[in-house]
T-cell receptor
């Protein structure tokens, strides 16, 4: 299930299920998007990225979908494993002006995978 | 070998003290960043340097001063520490500063957990 408010959104799944983590971004000028995974006590780790001229990109067990019309990004994880349990962040940036390189991170979603 | 390393991993100090956090990257990247992650896990950029030149400086109190002695190092010095400075500070690096059509992935260090008492 999901909960919002003072706490991060959470997603609990069973091992082997597919997971979908959603992200709404704010800047319609953003042209590059990244998903990061942060395990407890560690720094964010790059998972997959997508540029605004694409609407889908696949990696190993992960797929990112981009819907620019509604400014929505999603991360799909196939056959979720306990090792996928972490906080997942989306991040956006755009190449205009002096903002190049400045990543704006989303709120984060806690994914818990039960064996 | 650790690509982006930070020291110390933990830092507990009293209010009013001055402290530094060090960051080194061995990836040969040109750009380095400092981020602050608060207790709600919200990550926000503070500074970035490209080849020792400051290129991003967000609205951060001037008690925070980044220093880049060379492009492989970006240190963060904090004066007169306050309770609200307690957070996890992450250093990151990327190959370039993200020019049009060439946005570069940022690689993060393990973080420095700062607790101000």
């Amino acid at each position: 299930g999901e909960s919002v408010g003072l706490h991060l959104p959470t997603l609990s799944v069973q091992e082997g299920d597919n997971s979908i983590i959603n992200c709404a971004y704010s800047n319609s000028a953003s042209d590059y998007f990244i998903w990061y995974k942060q395990e407890s006590g560690k720094g964010p780790q790059f998972i997959i990225d997508i540029r605004s001229n694409m609407d889908k990109r696949q990696g190993q067990r992960v797929t990112v979908l981009l819907n620019k019309t509604v400014k929505h990004l999603s991360l799909q994880i196939a056959a979720t494993q306990p090792g996928d349990s972490a906080v997942y962040f989306c991040a956006e940036t755009y190449a205009g002006g002096t903002s190049y390189g400045k990543l704006t991170f989303g709120q984060g979603t806690i994914l818990t995978v039960h064996p | 070998d650790t690509a982006v390393s930070q020291t110390p991993k933990y830092l507990v100090t009293q209010m009013g003290n001055d402290k530094s956090i060090k960051c080194e990257q061995n990836l040969g990247h040109d750009t380095m960043y400092w981020y602050k992650q608060d207790s709600k896990k919200f990550l926000k950029i503070m500074f970035s340097y490209n080849n020792k030149e400051l290129i991003i400086n967000e609205t951060v109190p001037n008690r925070f001063s980044p220093k880049s002695p060379d492009k492989a190092h970006l240190n963060l010095h904090i004066n007169s520490l306050e309770l609200g400075d307690s957070a996890v500070y992450f250093c990151a690096s990327s190959q370039d500063k993200g020019l049009a059509g060439a946005q570069e992935t940022q690689y993060f260090g393990p973080g420095t957990r700062l607790l101000v008492l």
